[in-house]
């Protein structure tokens, strides 16, 4: 679609949402819109011709880029990133680590990748659980259990090999969907892969032009390859613990060369990052998967019609053990990137320290300044969330044997009987995790109610500087006022239950590898502490139904998400922010959805500017931080013709906290150069998530930092006044995150960048 011919000096407001969902109508603050470019997923709209006031402030020509289909859509893409979050919140961890030392890079990427790569393991391991030691080799030699199943009944009596060869088949196919569900919404991408313009030397500039590299099928390759090989072994295990033979030794080794193949090249980042396709890793990463997959069919067969008899005691043979060793491995794992982390933080704040000392401008800065760039995640997010993402994982997985194995276990008729449950190490896993929800729920409690002092009286002396006239009359509103702002600062407060819950998690794990010496938790906990055994048995089913409730709100948010505007506001953050960044560690994570955005925005401000138009870039929220990646793409012919306006950007607040090496003082000021210093940020002090970019001063007061930057935030009083407007019955409404498109002091914004865009020298493409 196209759209049809304006005047050559125009400006075009091109309007970018943030991750409310908003209809193209919202966006414009118009009733009428029509699409004028890209499809249904994400496209352009502006007003409808024929309608009045079609044209924004200063006359401004409208348009809206709608992009909240990209990341969501329909319901079967929603639900595919409900299923993949581990594996989404394990792919942020790598872009939330400090800049690398240059001896250090190597090794932390590929902590990361191994961790990524346990996570795939373990999610075969708990598939394997759940259908080979639960159902094949605990349930089917049962009668009590087979009673009144006939879905599982026409497999008694049938030899162990055979049953153990069909239940593999679950594993194998749980591998294949979570395979294909992170690859398949990204084929709607696929025209988009960009070979753009010039990018600027830091990594966010290249943000959309990585996800497509041949690094993504080459992780996905050696993680299918690892997936298939971990089923082999643990079918190989079963059958060599009972009794070995020749093939199944030789196949165990053949399966173990594989996954150490796959170990090692994960680790060689050098060349997995490769950007040649077709080149030599690729075919051996190809080859690896190829070969997986045959070897399991083998594995398959040899199991099936292998004459050593089996020795069906206890639970499936070797399997604790994969489960510890795995356990282990992402122990280390998140020690190193906790170690590298704390590394990278210190030479950050050495760093501080010299730009402070030699530039001025930013050495005088307020308490209120330093606030946003420091705190428990600045630089520690990454090994942060890598420990809850991992503790998340192994309690979603435990929980998933644990359910079974009590849903297995209801027709026996007395305890004798209850031969089918689930690994002391599951058990320890729901321990841990039930131990971390509640000591976060305490910390919540601590945190609100310490916190709340502080936080209402900075409020109050907010909303007394902002109304110094309030009447009386307006004290209900003061109070709505002072608490909207008091909540809008507990978001940098909830950074440290963030730090607890992962330090509970971390330090717990380990626990989980008392199982391999058959230490149960109620026993430990009894032996230590005195509660009794029953008690800690009643934690750890309240944990597991706490696990599958948090499931089931998962799949219900995933749904409503992206169906209800006002939940979406809140939910949505977090697949937005997750599927923002390239599969960098995760390749079964959902696509990137910048690689289609990204250069979608890029190619249509091009074309604007081309056809002799001034563009404002207006973001709203998240849509700040994907017109902060395009500009960053732009080539300076273009964003010579650009203005930036964001207001409730999480650029500074959120981003430069949680991706220090890609989004900080120097790429901020980067966006700036760019457009040449036409860059207004609008905030408030009621939002919980934007924030100020540069200097946190109020009108009228001088910017707490020298030169251009100063000159970008302009705070809002929020609401605008507290007493109802003449004519009106009520006080204006708290806009907090709100975009707030009919707020005057937005359109205010916008006619003064339109003038400053219009006001600027001409180009020789203008007078020729």
Not at 291 to 319: E, F, K, N, R, S
Request: proline share 7%; glycine share 10%.
């Amino acid at each position: 679609m196209t759209d049809g011919p304006v005047t050559s000096d125009d400006v075009v407001e091109l309007r970018v949402h943030g991750v409310s969902g908003a209809g193209a109508e919202q966006v414009l603050d118009r009733p009428h819109s029509h699409q004028v470019a890209g499809d249904r997923n994400g496209g352009f709209y502006r007003p409808r011709p024929g309608y009045p006031d079609t044209n924004g402030p200063a006359e401004v020509t409208l348009e809206a880029y709608r992009w909240s289909d990209l990341p969501s859509g329909t319901t079967v893409r929603t639900l595919s990133l409900v299923f993949l979050l581990p594996f989404m919140l394990c792919n942020i961890v790598i872009w939330m680590l400090p800049a690398p030392h240059r001896r250090s890079g190597a090794g932390i990427k590929a902590a990361c990748r191994l961790l990524a790569l346990t996570l795939t393991i373990l999610y075969v391991l708990a598939a394997t659980g759940v259908a080979l030691d639960l159902i094949a080799w605990r349930c089917l030699p049962n009668p009590y259990c087979l009673e009144g199943r006939p879905w599982l009944s026409w497999l008694g009596g049938r030899p162990t090999g055979v049953t153990l060869a069909v239940f593999a088949l679950l594993p194998a196919a749980a591998l294949v969907v979570v395979w294909r569900l992170g690859a398949r919404p990204a084929r709607s991408f696929d025209a988009f892969q960009a070979s753009l313009t010039e990018s600027g030397p830091h990594q966010l500039s290249a943000v959309a032009q990585w996800d497509s590299a041949p690094v993504v099928q080459r992780l996905r390759s050696l993680h299918v390859a690892a997936g298939f090989a971990t089923l082999c072994i643990a079918l190989l295990g079963a059958r060599i613990g009972s009794g070995p033979s020749v093939v199944s030794i030789a196949l165990a080794v053949v399966a173990g060369a594989v996954l150490f193949a796959c170990v090692a090249l994960v680790c060689a980042h050098h060349l997995i990052d490769t950007p040649v396709a077709h080149s030599l890793v690729d075919r051996l990463a190809g080859g690896l998967r190829t070969l997986a997959c045959a070897l399991t069919a083998l594995v398959l067969i040899a199991v099936t019609v292998d004459p050593t008899p089996w020795q069906a005691a206890g639970g499936l043979p070797g399997y604790d053990k994969m489960l510890s060793l795995v356990i282990i491995s992402q122990t280390l794992m998140l020690f190193v990137i906790g170690t590298m982390a704390l590394l990278g933080r210190r030479r950050l704040r050495r760093a501080a320290r010299r730009s402070d000392g030699l530039d001025d401008a930013r050495r005088h800065t307020d308490e209120a300044r330093r606030g946003f760039d420091a705190g428990p995640l600045q630089g520690l997010g990454a090994p942060i969330i890598a420990a809850a993402t991992t503790g998340l994982a192994g309690a979603i997985s435990a929980d998933l044997i644990y359910r079974i194995a009590d849903l297995l276990n209801r027709r026996a008729s007395a305890d004798s009987e209850q031969d089918i449950g689930p690994p002391l190490g599951c058990k320890w896993a729901l321990f841990v995790f039930l131990v971390a929800a509640v000591t976060t729920l305490i910390g919540a409690v601590v945190v609100t109610l310490t916190s709340h002092g502080g936080r209402m009286r900075a409020a109050r002396d907010t909303v007394a500087r902002d109304y110094p006239d309030a009447p009386p009359t307006a004290r209900y509103q003061l109070h709505q006022v002072e608490r909207t702002i008091a909540r809008a600062r507990f978001t940098e407060r909830a950074e440290s239950l963030a730090v607890v819950y992962a330090g509970v998690v971390g330090v717990g794990m380990p626990t989980s590898l008392l199982g391999m010496i058959g230490v149960a938790p109620g026993t430990a906990v009894e032996r230590v502490t005195g509660i009794p055994d029953a008690a800690t048995t009643f934690g750890i089913q309240v944990g597991s139904f706490l696990i599958a409730a948090v499931g089931v709100a998962l799949v219900i948010g995933g749904i409503f998400a992206y169906r209800t505007a006002e939940f979406r506001r809140y939910v949505g953050v977090l697949w937005d922010l997750g599927t923002f960044w390239p599969r960098a560690a995760h390749p079964f994570a959902p696509p990137c959805y910048a690689e289609r955005a990204v250069p979608e925005l890029s190619r249509r401000i091009t074309y604007l500017t081309e056809q002799g138009h001034g563009v404002l870039l207006s973001g709203h929220s998240h849509g700040s931080v994907l017109l902060a990646a395009t500009v960053l793409q732009l080539p300076p012919e273009v964003c010579s013709r650009l203005a930036l306006l964001t207001y409730g950007s999480p650029l500074r607040r959120l981003y430069a906290r949680l991706f220090p090496a890609h989004v900080n003082e120097d790429v901020l000021r980067e966006v700036g150069d760019r457009v040449n210093w036409r860059w207004v940020n609008l905030w408030r002090d009621t939002d919980s998530i934007g924030g100020w970019i540069f200097s946190p001063h109020r009108q009228g007061e001088q910017p707490l930092i020298s030169g251009p930057p100063g000159t970008v935030d302009r705070r809002l009083r929020d609401p605008w006044d507290v007493v109802p407007a003449p004519g009106d019955s009520v006080p204006p409404s708290i806009i907090g995150h709100w975009p707030g498109e009919s707020d005057a002091r937005l359109a205010a914004a916008v006619a003064d960048l339109a003038g400053r865009l219009r006001a600027r020298p001409p180009e020789p493409s203008d007078t020729a």
